[in-house]
């Protein structure tokens, strides 16, 4: 077996006395779509902020490209390549989606007016135009605030921005619950494309045919533990939610 | 409007948000005009050249001030304590000069004939005085995480305070007459006050700055919102003590301008300073939610009421109409900042 790109080792994560993560193990491998699911309260969405850097876990450990790290803040995570689509967008909703997408990676202009700051506004934007173009994103345009685009644009803003930027692992947090149909589908392949490119893709979804759908692997998370894990091929719908739910017991180390 | 921006949603015209924001600058451009121009029909010695060239010097230091406070508002923060910063960077630039300036053989003359390096030292001293209460409200904000409501109107209190115990409580007296009669009420080019120069250099080059750099981006980032901002690695607490620094040393500035243009402190003058130009950014356009404004629209902001002022004065009306009528406009602005606010979030 190949060396997992990013692996999370008995992570623990308290909130006050709420156990979010009660050691919970993940791998991620390059070039798959994983999914990582369980039900509300499982403690996913803590996982993936451990693991992205938003947040710190109490006790446990993070492996990267086989060799252990500190996640110390989002900055470090995004220098190694790790990316996220949060649940929530985090967009600047005043601003408009180029700016969004460059938010924090700023382009500028050469010579001595980068040196005072001066961003450069037109490549920014048609770079911009062009990652949301190679995704098949269409936007009115890349001057629209963002706070005025529709539920299922905003969301193809925040993909976008967490694709162009990410080398190594990709997190997306139910990033299809606000879309319609053909906008999921299109999030999930552009999922497939970037799983191509050799990109660790994790999927967190509650949706399960779309997890049959998308995902090469499937991680189950329950209390705050992993419980399961599955190949996509020849697992079932009852299984997956057999493991969420603990009617079906299986070991951490089942594959 | 908000019928405009709940439609927006199911397929945005490109340009439709962004010819809404600015309109915003453009409407009260035009009342800005419309006024200029009823006034000078009614009492055509409005618009001669001396009435402006008095209502412009009599607002460059407001102008100043709302230019950083255009920064705080965009940021989603706010500053109450800008007029006693004022007073305070005036008194130290003041008591500076001063101290180094003073003729010891008569003292009841001050600094009047000090030279240009006391003044100068005296004006460095204003403004760092400035920036450090910037600097304090910036630490407070982003670090203490106190409310920015609640940490400047503390700030307000100490530097009042502060100001009152330098001085025992009676304005500072003696200032140099090079200053005055130069930045204080001096022309350039024999035309225009240095005041309102100082005061047009600071908003256009902190226009741009808002405008075109990363400064102001991030600003609007922060303002819009800051824990997306932090996700992407922007060091929100570091910006907001910048922002606040500004705004603080342009108090600073404005006190030095105000120094120069009275001939003495103004301890007890400038308690409505933050109201004024809290209004003016928001007259301007400008959210008080954050996240989106322009200083085109504070300089708008800051000559509407000036021009009402002056204009009642010229047309015989009570003066204090105009306290009545931009306070009205004000929370007309606020409402419909709001109203747009919800429907945006509601589609
Ligand atoms: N910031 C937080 N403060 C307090 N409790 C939290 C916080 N984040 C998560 N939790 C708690 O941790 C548990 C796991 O939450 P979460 O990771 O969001 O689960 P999931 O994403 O699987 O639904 C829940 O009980 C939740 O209430
Ligand atoms: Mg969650």
């Given at each position: 077996?190949?060396?997992p790109?990013?692996?999370?080792?008995?992570?623990?994560?308290t909130?006050?006395h709420?156990?979010?993560?009660r050691g919970a193990n993940?791998?991620?491998?390059?070039?798959?779509?994983?999914?990582?699911?369980?039900d509300n309260?499982?403690g996913k969405?803590t996982?993936v902020s451990?693991?992205?850097?938003t947040?710190?876990a109490?006790?446990g450990?993070?492996?990267?490209?086989?060799?252990?790290?500190?996640?110390?803040?989002?900055?470090?995570?995004?220098?190694?390549g790790i990316?996220?689509?949060y649940q929530?967008?985090?967009?600047?909703a005043?601003l408009?989606?180029?700016?969004?997408?460059?938010?924090g990676?700023?382009?500028m202009?050469?010579?001595?007016?980068g040196?005072?700051?001066?961003?450069?506004?037109?490549?920014?934007?048609?770079?911009a135009?062009?990652?949301?173009g190679?995704?098949?994103?269409?936007?009115?345009?890349?001057g629209?605030?963002?706070s005025?685009?529709?539920g299922?644009?905003?969301?193809?803003?925040?993909v976008?921005?967490?694709?162009?930027?990410?080398s190594?692992?990709?997190?997306m947090?139910?990033?299809?619950?606000?879309?319609?149909v053909?906008q999921?589908?299109r999030v999930?392949d552009?999922?497939r494309r970037?799983r191509?490119?050799?990109?660790a893709v994790v999927?967190?979804s509650?949706?399960?045919?779309?997890?049959?759908?998308v995902?090469?692997?499937?991680e189950v998370l329950r209390?705050?533990?992993?419980v399961?894990r599955f190949d996509?091929?020849?697992?079932?719908l009852?299984d997956l939610?057999?493991?969420?739910?603990?009617?079906?017991?299986v070991t951490?180390?089942?594959a | 409007?908000?019928?405009?921006?709940?439609?927006?949603p199911a397929r945005?015209p490109a340009?439709?948000a962004s010819?809404?924001?600015?309109t915003?600058?453009?409407?009260i451009?035009?009342?800005?005009?419309?006024?200029v121009l009823?006034?000078?029909a009614?009492?055509?010695?409005?618009?001669?050249?001396l009435n402006?060239?008095?209502?412009?010097?009599?607002n460059?230091?407001l102008?100043?001030?709302?230019?950083g406070?255009?920064?705080?508002?965009?940021?989603?923060?706010i500053d109450?304590?800008?007029?006693s910063?004022l007073?305070?960077?005036?008194?130290v630039?003041?008591?500076?000069?001063?101290?180094?300036g003073?003729?010891?053989?008569?003292?009841?003359?001050?600094?009047a004939?000090?030279?240009?390096?006391?003044i100068?030292?005296?004006?460095l001293?204003?403004?760092?005085a400035?920036?450090a209460?910037g600097?304090?409200?910036g630490?407070?904000?982003?670090?203490?995480?106190v409310?920015p409501?609640?940490?400047?109107l503390g700030?307000?209190?100490?530097?009042?305070?502060?100001?009152?115990?330098?001085?025992g409580?009676?304005?500072v007296r003696g200032?140099p007459?090079q200053?005055?009669g130069?930045?204080?009420?001096?022309?350039?080019l024999?035309s225009?006050p240095?005041?309102?120069?100082?005061?047009?250099g600071?908003a256009?080059?902190?226009?741009l700055?808002?405008?075109y750099t990363r400064?102001?981006?991030y600003?609007?980032a922060?303002?819009?919102n800051?824990?997306?901002a932090?996700?992407?690695g922007?060091?929100?607490?570091?910006h907001?003590?910048?922002?606040?620094?500004?705004?603080?040393l342009?108090s600073?500035?404005?006190?030095?301008m105000s120094?120069a243009?009275?001939?003495?402190?103004?301890i007890?003058?400038?308690s409505a300073?933050?109201l004024?130009?809290?209004?003016?950014?928001?007259l301007?356009g400008?959210s008080l939610?954050?996240?989106?404004?322009?200083?085109?629209?504070?300089?708008i902001g800051v000559?509407?009421?000036?021009?009402?002022?002056?204009?009642?004065?010229?047309i015989g009306?009570?003066p204090?109409?105009?306290?009545v009528?931009?306070?009205?406009?004000l929370?007309?602005?606020?409402?419909?900042?709001?109203?747009r606010?919800?429907?945006?979030e509601?589609?």
């Amino acid at each position: 077996m190949t060396t997992p790109l990013l692996e999370a080792r008995a992570l623990v994560k308290t909130y006050g006395h709420v156990q979010a993560l009660r050691g919970a193990n993940f791998t991620a491998y390059a070039g798959e779509v994983v999914a990582l699911i369980g039900d509300n309260g499982a403690g996913k969405s803590t996982l993936v902020s451990c693991l992205s850097g938003t947040s710190q876990a109490d006790a446990g450990e993070v492996w990267f490209e086989g060799r252990q790290v500190r996640l110390d803040s989002p900055a470090h995570a995004q220098r190694l390549g790790i990316e996220v689509v949060y649940q929530d967008l985090a967009l600047a909703a005043d601003l408009d989606p180029a700016a969004n997408l460059f938010l924090g990676r700023e382009l500028m202009r050469p010579g001595v007016l980068g040196w005072f700051g001066v961003l450069d506004r037109r490549r920014m934007r048609e770079e911009a135009t062009a990652a949301f173009g190679e995704l098949g994103i269409e936007l009115p345009d890349a001057g629209t605030r963002v706070s005025s685009l529709s539920g299922g644009q905003r969301q193809s803003v925040a993909v976008a921005r967490s694709v162009a930027w990410a080398s190594k692992v990709i997190f997306m947090d139910e990033p299809t619950a606000a879309l319609g149909v053909v906008q999921r589908e299109r999030v999930l392949d552009v999922m497939r494309r970037v799983r191509d490119r050799g990109i660790a893709v994790v999927l967190i979804s509650h949706n399960m045919p779309e997890v049959l759908a998308v995902a090469d692997r499937v991680e189950v998370l329950r209390l705050g533990q992993r419980v399961a894990r599955f190949d996509i091929a020849g697992v079932s719908l009852d299984d997956l939610v057999g493991a969420m739910t603990g009617a079906l017991d299986v070991t951490d180390g089942a594959a | 409007m908000s019928g405009t921006s709940k439609a927006l949603p199911a397929r945005p015209p490109a340009t439709l948000a962004s010819r809404l924001a600015t309109t915003n600058v453009l409407w009260i451009f035009v009342v800005l005009v419309a006024l200029v121009l009823f006034f000078t029909a009614v009492q055509p010695n409005f618009a001669n050249p001396l009435n402006i060239r008095s209502i412009a010097a009599d607002n460059a230091a407001l102008l100043v001030l709302a230019v950083g406070m255009t920064f705080v508002i965009v940021s989603a923060g706010i500053d109450l304590s800008i007029g006693s910063v004022l007073i305070f960077s005036g008194v130290v630039a003041a008591k500076v000069m001063l101290a180094v300036g003073g003729d010891p053989r008569d003292p009841s003359a001050g600094a009047a004939d000090a030279g240009w390096g006391v003044i100068g030292l005296g004006i460095l001293a204003g403004l760092l005085a400035g920036l450090a209460w910037g600097v304090i409200n910036g630490l407070l904000v982003a670090k203490a995480r106190v409310p920015p409501l609640i940490a400047t109107l503390g700030t307000l209190g100490m530097a009042l305070g502060a100001s009152y115990l330098l001085t025992g409580g009676t304005d500072v007296r003696g200032i140099p007459r090079q200053l005055a009669g130069t930045l204080g009420f001096g022309l350039v080019l024999n035309s225009v006050p240095w005041l309102v120069v100082i005061a047009a250099g600071v908003a256009v080059v902190l226009g741009l700055v808002l405008a075109y750099t990363r400064f102001g981006r991030y600003t609007y980032a922060i303002g819009s919102n800051p824990e997306a901002a932090r996700r992407v690695g922007i060091r929100v607490d570091r910006h907001l003590i910048k922002v606040y620094a500004l705004m603080g040393l342009l108090s600073g500035l404005a006190g030095v301008m105000s120094l120069a243009h009275f001939s003495t402190t103004t301890i007890s003058g400038h308690s409505a300073d933050n109201l004024a130009a809290i209004a003016a950014v928001v007259l301007g356009g400008t959210s008080l939610f954050g996240g989106s404004g322009r200083v085109t629209g504070t300089v708008i902001g800051v000559l509407i009421p000036a021009v009402l002022q002056s204009g009642f004065v010229t047309i015989g009306v009570n003066p204090y109409w105009q306290n009545v009528a931009v306070g009205a406009v004000l929370v007309a602005a606020v409402y419909l900042d709001q109203v747009r606010r919800r429907a945006r979030e509601r589609a």
